[in-house]
């Protein structure tokens, strides 16, 4: 799986050089006659527009000869994207292609044996060979234009490339199965192992295979898309549609604007792929994989699992379903799949709405367009080996009904675009429903009293604990009392405001004591928003506590507000705040202490920086990858960092990184979420151009800030201070410029030259660059730099980074704007008047 995977500078078999020896002696034609033959060495097929060309070429230092159809004007014909005699070589230049009655196209090598031949059902008078601008060769009738008609056309036996136009898929009344394979290597267009096709067991579904495995499932076309394809999407380049009657099944896409020119190959690794062409490089940019992440991989956590590529590991069971050999799945073998918790009774079963996800493979599924959710539900109950259903088609609020019978596999979570699936469960699991509806009302009614009941009893004790903790005296060591002296000021707004601050209150005293009074020694450092301090709790336990500025103007409901929303923060990259403290006009943070202190004392300080060798530098990358990631996505705040940096990543025992300081942004004014702000709170060096000058942020200046951080990670250099002997870029500009002269090797840190992996080193830097790239739109989300990270599939090329001028002296830039900072690495707020 793994070297499958490995990168490959350039994926695509027709970038590769390849020596053509075709002369065009005659003038362009894009026909060819019943009388005239097409001989190797002799003239070429070229269609009116000249895009495309038809003649005989060879690869590599082979001497082998095919003919094959080219793009003409582009790539200087090295993309070839159609090849008739794949498996026969002709070995020398003695071929020749003719054209005979009643219609068939025959290519012959030098001793007049038919390497490859077309073929036709129906014969013709007078059959011509055409070649189209659309790529298209089809023999036909001179007189008939009728693409019904076409006796033959290259399009229904394409090779590796799927062009615009054509039908890949199958037609139900000719037989013709339209479908891809492989070449077997660059230089080779014979079939390889792989082929995708579309497969019409059940409701149809694009599969690709190994020879005969499959490794790769589209998931059934849900009006929209293909279920297992999230990227596929309206756009401004090509338009898509899929047919399915009693004519065809099958896929096509048009070009919306003809100056384009994109088409999809499967490589020589198996992965689907569409390109653009890019006049400005003159190459073949990748649009978008089929196969994005090892997700995609067929069935990759057996029967019932579902693959959620956040995870790790990315295997786990749906809902209310458990390992079937938890042995095994503790060792990562995942094949043996899941199994019901409960296991169903057909007679008491019901269904369990599953959302989000990939429809599981529909290889034995039935399905009918006209009936509707509900009888769907009833006719899935009925027959004991229905397993689950769902919309056949989602849009337009969704119609149809699709059943499976038999196991559910090949099941993946989407954070977006996956869709619903309602699972045959033991009706005791899903609760509720499928139970008579006598009994459901008994039981609601009860559990319904039951919880009167219990709110009664909660809200009497509530207040005679409230009643109780006033008349008591102010506790030294009562850890997370209540300091009501100091909240006497928030007394009007009563129970309600103070009884819902979910997060344990310090009070000042126990803080000032753990802290030996705020002690100078005890100062870790001056982050942004306060100075924060080291302290111990009676019971031994350490904690970090956070001064905030009092700069905040937030009042005390605003502050607990944002402080409960943060408390719900909850992750493994993220520092955990344990509670706060407020003290007359002071706020404070207490946050779970790291021992290991902050990355930056780590990697731009000589000794310690050998300590971090690459593998955990990639681990802290990754860490924090994920972290910022939950933070603009996954958790239900959506929060913008804007001050993510070395200083800000704390290192637990296990050189685990944890993101400190979030949410903070919000507290000190502003949680938008892509907003225009009066106030910029940041690090320079870290801050993207559009945030630093107009201070507009978005997730996508979290994303510049990041790139920024991988980059210091790797080079042990600081952005900001950056000096090179050659020129005054700093790091970003310096990582731009090796990276552009193929160096970028040479940005790592000496002190991991003997520890790094150089695919994942270049990786991270080619990672790195396309997040600082100087347009917010160009950076890819965090959640691309997730899958990026874990995958091994081709990046984009990134463009030019922001703030990339070479620098004249900064000292004295400042003096104009209003901007108060002190040191490298302290964090600045800017209040600007608009
Ligand atoms: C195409 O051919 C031209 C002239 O022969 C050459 O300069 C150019 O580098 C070639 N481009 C590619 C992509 O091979
Ligand atoms: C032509 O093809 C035939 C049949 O495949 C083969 O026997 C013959 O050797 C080939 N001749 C040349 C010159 O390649
Ligand atoms: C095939 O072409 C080669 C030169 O490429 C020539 O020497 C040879 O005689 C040709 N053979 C036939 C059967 O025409
Ligand atoms: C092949 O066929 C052509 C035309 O039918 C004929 O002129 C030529 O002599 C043949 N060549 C051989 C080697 O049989
Ligand atoms: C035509 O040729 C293709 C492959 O060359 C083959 O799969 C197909 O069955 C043939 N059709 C007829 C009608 O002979
Ligand atoms: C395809 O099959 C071959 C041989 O079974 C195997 O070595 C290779 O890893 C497979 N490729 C993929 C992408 O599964
Ligand atoms: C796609 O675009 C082409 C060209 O604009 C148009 O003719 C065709 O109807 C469109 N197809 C669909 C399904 O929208
Ligand atoms: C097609 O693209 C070209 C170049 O990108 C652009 O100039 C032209 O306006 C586009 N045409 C349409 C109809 O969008
Ligand atoms: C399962 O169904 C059978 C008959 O279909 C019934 O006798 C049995 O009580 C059911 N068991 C449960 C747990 O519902
Ligand atoms: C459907 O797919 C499953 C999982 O790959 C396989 O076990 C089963 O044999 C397939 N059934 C049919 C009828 O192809
Ligand atoms: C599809 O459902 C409709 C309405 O429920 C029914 O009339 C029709 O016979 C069904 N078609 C098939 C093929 O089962
Ligand atoms: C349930 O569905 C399966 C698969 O379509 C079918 O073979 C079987 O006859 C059905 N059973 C009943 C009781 O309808």
């Known amino acids: 799986m793994k070297s499958l995977m490995k990168p490959q500078k350039i994926r695509l078999a027709i970038l590769l050089p390849v020596f053509f020896a075709v002369f065009t002696v005659s003038k362009a034609d894009d026909t060819l006659f019943q009388d005239v033959v097409l001989k ?77 031949s077309s073929n036709t059902t129906t014969s013709v008078q007078n059959p011509v060979a055409q070649l189209f601008d659309y790529g298209n060769l089809v023999v036909r009738d001179a007189n008939d234009e009728d693409p019904n008609n076409y006796l033959w056309q290259s399009f229904d036996y394409p090779t590796d490339s799927f062009l615009p136009r054509m039908k890949f898929g199958k037609n139900l009344v000719t037989g013709v199965d339209t479908y891809l394979s492989s070449w077997a290597s660059p230089d080779d267009p014979s079939p390889g192992p792989y082929i995708t096709r579309i497969d019409l067991n059940g409701f149809p579904q694009i599969f690709i295979r190994n020879v005969s495995s499959p490794i790769y499932r589209s998931g059934p076309w849900n009006g929209l898309r293909f279920s297992g394809m999230p990227n596929l999407k309206p756009n401004p380049i090509y338009n898509y549609t899929f047919v399915m009657n009693r004519q065809e099944v099958i896929y096509t896409y048009e070009l919306l604007n003809d100056s384009v020119v994109t088409m999809m190959v499967l490589d020589q690794q198996g992965i689907l792929q569409r390109y653009t062409w890019i006049d400005r490089t003159q190459k073949w940019e990748l649009y978008l994989s089929v196969q994005i992440d090892n997700c995609d991989t067929y069935n990759l956590c057996g029967a019932y699992g579902s693959c959620n590529i956040v995870n790790s590991p990315a295997c786990g069971c749906l809902d209310k379903f458990e390992p079937k050999f938890p042995n095994n799945w503790n060792d990562a073998d995942w094949s043996g799949g899941c199994v019901r918790k409960t296991s169903m009774n057909c007679s008491s079963d019901a269904f369990q709405k599953y959302s989000g996800i990939k429809l599981p493979d529909t290889n034995v599924s039935r399905f009918n367009f006209s009936t509707s959710l509900d009888e769907c539900q009833a006719l899935c109950l009925k027959n004991c080996s229905c397993m689950a259903y ?10 149809g009904c699709l059943m499976w019978f038999g196991d559910l596999v090949d099941i993946r979570a989407y954070s977006e675009n996956g869709q619903d699936i309602y699972i045959r469960l033991a009706a005791s699991d899903v609760g509720g429903e499928g139970i008579g509806t006598a009994r459901l009302v008994i039981i609601l009614s009860s559990v319904f009293v039951f919880m009167a009941i219990i709110l009664c009893l909660c809200i009497i004790w509530k207040c005679r604990k409230m009643k109780w903790q006033r008349k008591r005296p102010i506790s030294r060591s009562s850890r997370y009392g209540q300091n009501w002296h100091d909240l006497e000021t928030a007394e009007k707004s009563e129970s309600h405001s103070k009884d819902d601050l979910e997060l344990p209150l310090f009070d000042f005293v126990t803080i000032a004591d753990a802290t030996g009074n705020f002690a100078s020694h005890n100062k870790l450092g001056e982050g942004g928003f306060g100075p924060v301090y080291m302290g111990k709790l009676e019971d031994g336990e350490e904690i970090a506590v956070k001064r905030l500025s009092k700069e905040s103007k937030q009042g005390f409901d605003e502050f607990k507000n944002e402080l409960n929303c943060i408390a719900k923060l909850q992750h493994r990259n993220l520092v955990k ?23 930056d004392s780590f990697i731009f300080d000589k000794k310690q920086s050998k300590i971090l060798d690459w593998p955990l530098r990639y681990q802290i990358i990754n860490g924090t990858a994920r972290g910022l990631l939950y933070l603009h996505q996954d958790s239900r705040l959506r929060i913008i960092h804007r001050d993510l940096k070395a200083s800000n990543i704390l290192l637990d025992m296990e050189m685990n990184p944890k993101i400190s300081d979030f949410g903070l942004a919000r507290i000190f004014g502003g949680n938008e979420t892509a907003a225009n702000t009066m106030r910029v709170v940041g690090t320079y060096g870290y801050m993207a151009p559009e945030y630093a000058v107009d201070g507009l942020f978005s997730v996508k200046s979290d994303v510049f800030s990041f790139g920024v951080l991988v980059l210091e990670i790797i080079s042990g250099k600081r952005n900001r201070g950056f000096q090179h002997v050659d020129h005054r870029h700093n790091l ?11 160096k970028a090797l040479e940005l790592i840190d000496e002190s991991i030259c003997t520890s790094y992996d150089p695919d994942e080193v270049l990786r991270s830097i080619h990672i790195g660059l396309l997040c600082v790239q100087q347009s917010p739109e160009d950076r890819p989300s965090m ?30 830039d400042t003096s104009s704007s209003k901007i108060s900072w002190s040191t490298n690495e302290l964090t600045f707020t800017v209040l600007e008047a608009r």
């Open 783 to 812: 959640a691309s730099v997730v899958v990026m990270l874990g995958s091994n599939y081709a990046l984009p090329e990134p463009k030019v980074p922001g703030f990339y001028t070479e620098r004249k002296l900064m000292e004295g």
């Open 40 to 116: 190797d060495g002799g003239n070429t097929i070229v269609s009116s527009g000249g895009v495309f060309e038809l003649g005989f070429f060879s690869r590599g230092t082979s001497s082998n000869r095919y003919l094959g159809i080219w793009f003409k004007k582009i790539s200087n014909g090295t993309t070839v994207v159609w090849v008739a005699n794949r498996q026969n070589p002709i070995p020398d230049k003695n071929g020749t292609l003719k054209l005979i009655s009643p219609g068939i196209l025959v290519l012959v090598n030098g001793t007049n044996s038919t390497v490859w």
């Open 577 to 599: 705040l344990l509670g706060c403290c407020m003290h007359e006009e002071e706020k404070m943070l207490v946050y779970e202490y790291m021992p290991n202190k902050s990355l």
């Open 390 to 399: 769902t919309s056949a088609n989602i849009s337009n609020g969704g119609s």
């Open 732 to 742: 970003v500009g310096h990582a731009w410029r090796l990276y552009k002269e193929d």
